[in-house]
């Protein structure tokens, strides 16, 4: 069988609970073979000084996941250079593993912005999507997404807040545990000298405190 592959991208700058809990819940809800974490080399949006190096994202992600079956990092988008745009990712991902099934996970509110997306009339011929929610209210705000972009959209009745096109992507919507986390409150605290835990995996904290001592 053609492996189901989740693709969960982003800074992680640095990575925390609310990114690994996401990818356990894409993994087991969309019955998924495994989830790959894809840290962005060069975010075409969150350049700057803040920003961690693209190889200590990629060490803290692996250790953040290390016995965590059906998690993996994929380094790939530090092999190429410029802006990590997703489609670019995608289509390498489609030269990489031929024949598995693409399955795009991001946050439903960026998805209402995909028109903003560097190529993003290609994207949905490169994979299906995961979308994301915070309370279920944005599911009416992505039917009239679908209908308006791909009028031909099939909603799968037996399945709620799952559609499908005719050419097979498919968008499903997730409902996960809510974290109100994100990388500006972890490097925050850091700077702070506050306690991480419970915010990020305890080997995380200590890699991090190990390198803003440049240590690493």
């Not at 609310?18 to 819940?25: A, D, N, T």
Request: charged residues 25%; positive net charge.
């Amino acid at each position: 069988m053609n492996a189901k592959i989740g693709i969960l991208g982003g800074t992680f700058n640095p990575v925390h609970f609310g990114h690994l809990r996401l990818g356990i819940e894409a993994l087991e809800q969309c019955r998924l073979d495994r989830v790959e974490f894809v840290p962005a080399s060069i975010p075409p949006h969150k350049q700057g000084r803040d920003l961690y190096p693209f190889t200590f994202r990629c060490r803290l992600l692996q250790e953040a996941i290390t016995g965590s079956s059906g998690l993996v990092v994929n380094p790939l988008e530090g092999e190429r250079s410029g802006p990590s745009y997703t489609v670019d990712t995608l289509k390498e991902y489609h030269k990489r593993q031929p024949g598995a099934r693409f399955f795009f996970v991001m946050g439903s509110e960026d998805f209402l912005q995909l028109e903003q997306w560097e190529r993003w009339e290609e994207l949905p011929l490169l994979s299906s999507f995961i979308l994301v929610g915070r309370n279920g209210k944005e599911q009416s705000q992505l039917k009239r997404f679908f209908l308006d972009k791909w009028p031909g959209v099939e909603q799968v009745q037996e399945r709620p807040g799952q559609w499908k096109l005719q050419s097979g992507t498919e968008f499903y919507y997730l409902h996960v545990p809510r974290f109100d986390l994100s990388g500006s409150l972890i490097r925050q605290k850091l700077s702070q000298g506050l306690s991480l835990r419970f915010l990020v995996p305890d080997r995380v904290e200590q890699l991090l405190r190990t390198y803003r001592a440049g240590e690493l």
